[in-house]
């Protein structure tokens, strides 16, 4: 007959044997299983990306200028820049971002606001303060997903290449573009590289292809530097937001009650 202790006993291995089995299909229908010490460990052996970093490019803290000119933009198929030519018509309210919706990618990471990367593991995670964006890359070894839900940001995949971090990204939504009034097609794909250079610089080689939208690859390289002491801050575009659509659809602005509306009226 056994014991009470050994009964607590066996059911206390047999709960720890249950958990280290243990597996939760995502949302993505991968399957998932709770991180061990060693997988904690193991991030110790990455490059470290964690903390807020700001595009050199910009100044919310003094960063430094950049260097070189403008990066060249996509070179587009015939039918891509008359659609784009038809977008550069609209007005700016009837732009998707003046009306709070996020760029998308690439666009999200060209923001100059500042991100926070959080490495886990199987999984680095960029929290974009424009917007507040989240983007999970997966690092687990999960394949693309073979039906994914367009969205925003889309799917992406993360691979360590030694010290570089190649990220794979696609099935966007058609709301987005790949750059300024450039649409893309279905097809687009997005490959990031993501490199330390100095300890508190990193640099992201953004490649995009799209072989409905554009005659060859577009690539741009962005510099990040690291603020240690700094904190993301909240972004609620909708707070003051002055865009609206009518009944018929058709977009405006409203000044009402604006700091410049104010002024005036003192």
């Known amino acids: 007959m056994m014991t009470r202790k050994r009964l607590v006993g066996a059911l206390l291995v047999a709960a ?6 243990w597996t939760a299909v995502d949302a993505q229908g991968f399957k998932t299983k709770p991180p061990t010490p060693a997988d904690w460990s193991a991030l110790a052996k990455l490059p470290d990306f964690s903390g ?9 803290g003094g960063g430094a200028g950049r260097a070189g000119g403008p990066p ?22 009837d ?26 593991p199987g999984k680095v995670t960029i929290v974009g303060e424009a917007y507040m964006q989240v983007r999970h890359i997966y690092t687990d070894g999960r394949p693309m997903p073979t039906d994914p839900d367009p969205t925003f940001n889309g799917t992406s995949i993360g691979r360590w290449e030694g010290e570089t971090l190649v ?3 696609g099935v966007f939504s058609d709301t987005t573009n790949m750059d300024r009034n450039t649409p893309h097609s279905d097809k687009m794909k997005i490959v990031e590289r993501f490199r330390l250079t100095e300890p ?46 009518d009944a018929q659809g058709k977009a405006g602005i409203s000044l009402k009650d604006s700091p410049a509306e104010k002024k005036e009226q003192e």
């Open 200 to 245: 508190d610089r990193m640099t992201i080689e953004t490649t995009v292809t799209d072989p409905e939208a554009l005659t060859a690859p577009w690539t741009t390289t962005r510099t990040l530097a690291r603020h240690r002491d700094w904190t993301t801050r909240e972004y609620i575009c909708e707070e003051n937001n002055r865009n609206y659509v």
């Open 95 to 120: 732009n998707e971002t003046a009306n709070c919706l996020p760029p998308g990618m690439p666009g999200i990471m060209g923001q100059p606001y500042p991100y926070e990367f959080m490495l886990t």
């Open 72 to 93: 060249r933009g996509p070179q587009l198929t015939p039918a891509y820049a008359e659609k784009k030519r038809a977008l550069e018509g609209r007005r700016a309210e």
């Open 52 to 60: 807020v970093w700001e595009a050199v490019t910009v100044g919310r």
């Open 167 to 169: 990220v794979e990204t």
């Open 16 to 21: 720890i044997t249950a958990v280290a089995s």
